[in-house]
T-cell receptor
Framework: AQKVTQAQTEISVVEKEDVTLDCVYE???????LFWYKQPPSGELVFLIR??????QNEISGRYSWNFQKSTSSFNFTITASQVVDSAVYFC???????????????FGKGTHLIIQP | GAGVSQSPRYKVTKRGQDVALRCDPI?????LYWYRQALGQGPEFLTY????????KSGLPNDRFSAERPEGSISTLTIQRTEQRDSAMYRC?????????????????FGPGTRLTVL
């Protein structure tokens, strides 16, 4: 069965610090996708990134970067020069590739509550 | 519409009543998903559709929960004989292509959710 672990329940940093959110996953499939979603205080779920299991290149988008390492089953998310607006709950999620019409839903971690203090 | 919409946004009901939650996906999106999110937890997958066909309902907690998408667009999640433990945020998401064709992983766009409270 697939599983996503976000061991950090809550992280608090001062604005402009860098912060890394950890995500460790478990799956028996060789083909799968990993995601990060942001849930700000307003409650919506905002898609941030998707990564497939065959692409281990790190990705950078502005102040956000993601480090995917299959060897350690991790997909960590780093925010550089954090800002107060980054305060939110961040979810890591996993989806296995459907072969014969099986479940295609996302398995989410429990989330990391990130607090950026001014 | 521009995004996934859900109605009602808030629903308060008494134990034992039936409730119907509606999801209107992004226009043209083939796949539609239902999730349940308890306070302080990540969303939990319930079921999903490609077009009007329900692909997997193994995530539904019990037979009081059912979902349909009769015309391949709007979907309704129905909970019969509600119980207090059903209280949660119910979220709907849609994605452009069926996962089985494009490979699971087409990003899912979530609606604002329906906050269900069972008294």
């Amino acid at each position: 069965a697939q599983k996503v672990t976000q061991a950090q329940t809550e992280i608090s940093v001062v604005e402009k610090e860098d912060v890394t959110l950890d995500c460790v996953y478990e799956t028996r499939d060789t083909t799968y996708y990993l995601f990060w979603y942001k849930q700000p205080p307003s409650g919506e779920l905002v898609f941030l990134i998707r990564r497939n299991s065959f692409d281990e290149q790190n990705e950078i988008s502005g102040r956000y970067s993601w480090n995917f390492q299959k060897s350690t089953s991790s997909f960590n998310f780093t925010i550089t020069a954090s800002q107060v607006v980054d305060s939110a709950v961040y979810f890591c999620a996993l989806s296995e590739v459907v072969v014969r019409g099986g479940a295609d839903g996302l398995t989410f971690g429990k989330g990391t509550h990130l607090i950026i203090q001014p | 519409g521009a995004g996934v919409s859900q109605s009602p946004r808030y629903k308060v009901t008494k134990r034992g009543q039936d409730v119907a939650l509606r999801c209107d996906p992004i226009s043209g999106h083939v796949s539609l998903y239902w999730y349940r999110q308890a306070l302080g937890q990540g969303p939990e997958f319930l079921t999903y559709f490609n077009y009007e066909a329900q692909q997997d309902k193994s995530g539904l907690p019990n037979d009081r929960f059912s979902a349909e998408r009769p015309e391949g667009s709007i979907s309704t999640l129905t909970i019969q004989r509600t119980e207090q433990r059903d209280s949660a945020m119910y979220r709907c998401a849609s994605s452009l292509s069926p996962g089985i064709l494009a490979g699971a992983g087409n990003e899912q766009f979530f609606g604002p959710g329906t906050r269900l409270t069972v008294l």
